[in-house]
Structures are given as C-alpha cells and as structure tokens.
C-alpha cells in the first residue's frame, strides 16, 4: 500500500442520505492544519482547495488541503498515480 503525507484542516463529511433523500453532512471547521499520512487508494479526486477521500463505513470526506495542487499533482505523478 501506497501512502502521502497531506496538511490538512477543515473538512466536509459526507455520511450518505436521509429518508427523504437529502444529503447528511458535517462541517467541521476551525481546525488548525495538521499534517495527515493517507493511503493513496483513499484519494478520490483532488482540486484547488480539498481532497476528497473514502472514509469508514461508506463515508466520503472532504478535506481542506495546505500543499497546493500542482504539488499534490505531482508527487501523485511522482509514484505513478496521476496521469495529466
């Protein structure tokens, strides 16, 4: 398995839908930027301002990222995940 070390801070958790089919999330904001070790295989997407990766029980979240995204891009190029 594959790891990146990513800072991160605030984030959206995304936990599924309600019975009405409205999307359950939490924010949690006011974090300060820490730095987190992420299996790659956990990566969903990346833009600008936050990773999306694959939680526990079927969860999704979006993480506010410090490392900006042509670094990102590139040590994900760097290990032969990322091809654009």
Do not use: C
Not at 55 to 79: M, P, V
């Amino acid at each position: 398995m594959t790891f990146i070390e990513l800072t991160v801070s605030n984030q959206i958790i995304w936990h599924g839908y309600d019975d009405k089919n409205k999307e359950i999330v939490e924010e949690i904001t006011g974090q300060q930027p820490a730095k987190k070790t992420v299996a790659v295989s956990r990566i969903q997407s990346f833009t600008e301002k936050y990773v999306l990766v694959s939680s526990g029980f079927g969860r999704f979240a979006y993480w506010e990222y410090h490392d900006g995204y042509a670094a990102l891009k590139s040590r994900l190029t760097q290990i032969g995940l990322h091809n654009a």
